[in-house]
């Protein structure tokens, strides 16, 4: 993959990501988090 083709690609995901984010109403941007309480962002793993 090229460096163009992989910020072509970058491009689409950011693009389409806003594009989700943009459909959220506020109830559902002030629903809690999947993630545990109190976990850390250091407590995650990849």
Do not use: K
Request: charged fraction near 25%; aromatic fraction near 4%.
């Amino acid at each position: 993959m090229t460096a163009p083709d992989r910020l072509a690609m970058a491009t689409r995901e950011r693009t389409e990501l806003a594009e989700l984010l943009a459909t959220l109403t506020p109830d559902e941007w002030d629903a809690p988090s999947l993630c545990e309480a109190g976990a850390s962002v250091t407590s995650w793993r990849t």
